[in-house]
């Protein structure tokens, strides 16, 4: 379960999509001739992306296999440089990172080899074959009192937006980028961690939740990155663009309203201060981004919590964890 809740039968901090170390890379044979090259595809973002791009898109895995994807350890240099250069792509969408922010806080020096190296390695390798790229990033490049604006000065708060920050001046390098900053994203995912699964799940097997009281943010609906992502790919912008749901909330009132609309037990949620859940990492309390420009510039409408949240049950009743017949409560 991402930052912001704890079960009080233990501690998770995973959230996103993660590509750590992993074993040599395997031959790229069935992936060339693609014209883009997914980064991270085995992740709940990057499961998406594949599935809007097809047969147009190659993608990579570092620990989760999954049919169809090619083996890649980006802090391997060598074997992201060989991987890259055998697929040609046009474009490199990166969603890879190491996005335990507790995990990135105890061991900054693995933060630092997949957030910062691992990047690095893309980026050369994207500089080599020119394609245009594409960089997932984060909301914790920036400090207290968000959301925040594309423009608003970068001030991370821990060591997993400290090495973001980082890596995204090492794309901003590149003549052709995008750095896709996004926060809070969720949706369904099997065996997902993302904050609104982690409650779901929790919540669904009688689990009681300690749930954050005072750390606002910005959900994000998965489907809404990737639409902008899809976008993104064919356009000629470039630098910073913000993603994000245009709802500000608490953990708790997320957490709350995915007990709703999925009919959930409410009262196994128990509210408690940030300081109680025991997190190794510095986390901001007023986080989340501001997404209008992007709104206004692609001509699109990021969803509201509650429509994206109705798009996750149904999500979940078309892969049977829900009955389709089970009662929804309004939120």
Not at 111 to 140: K, L, M, Q
Not at 193 to 221: C, H
Not at 278 to 287: C, I
Request: proline residues 4%.
């Amino acid at each position: 379960m991402s930052g912001g809740a704890r079960e009080t039968t233990g501690v998770s901090d995973r959230a996103g999509d993660r590509e750590t170390a992993g074993a040599e890379g395997r031959e790229t044979a069935g992936a060339e001739g693609r014209e883009i090259l997914v980064i991270g595809a085995s992740g709940l973002v990057g499961q998406l992306m594949m599935e809007r791009f097809g047969q147009r898109a190659a993608g990579t895995y570092a620990t989760h296999d999954m049919p169809g994807l090619v083996q890649l350890d980006i802090t391997d240099a060598e074997a992201t440089r060989r991987v890259i250069d055998e697929l040609a792509p046009r474009v490199i969408v990166h969603t890879a990172a190491l996005t335990d922010v507790n995990m990135c806080e105890r061991d900054p020096a693995a933060s630092d080899r997949v957030n910062v190296a691992g990047t690095r390695n893309v980026a050369e390798a994207a500089a080599e074959v020119g394609a245009r790229y594409i960089f997932f990033s984060t909301d914790y490049v920036f400090g207290d009192d968000g959301p925040h604006d594309v423009d608003r000065l970068r001030m991370p708060m821990n060591v997993y937006g400290a090495h973001k920050a980082e890596a995204e001046d090492v794309v901003a390098e590149l003549d052709d980028h995008v750095i896709l900053r996004a926060c809070n994203v969720y949706g369904y995912q099997r065996e997902g961690k993302n904050f609104a699964m982690g409650i779901f799940e929790s919540l669904l097997q009688g689990r009681r939740v300690l749930v954050a009281v005072d750390q606002w943010g910005s959900p994000t609906l998965a489907s809404d990155l990737v639409d902008v992502a899809a976008l993104l790919v064919d356009s000629d912008v470039r630098g910073p663009v913000h993603v994000a749901g245009p709802d500000q909330v608490t953990r708790l009132e997320w957490a709350r309203r995915v007990a709703e609309v999925n009919g959930l037990d409410v009262s196994l949620l128990e509210p408690v201060p940030y300081s109680a859940l025991g997190a190794s990492a510095p986390r901001p309390r007023r986080g989340g981004l501001f997404a209008r420009r992007t709104e206004e510039m692609l001509d699109i409408r990021f969803k509201r919590l509650d429509e994206g949240l109705m798009a996750m049950r149904a999500a979940l009743e078309e892969a049977g964890v829900l009955p389709r017949a089970a009662p929804r409560k309004s939120i």
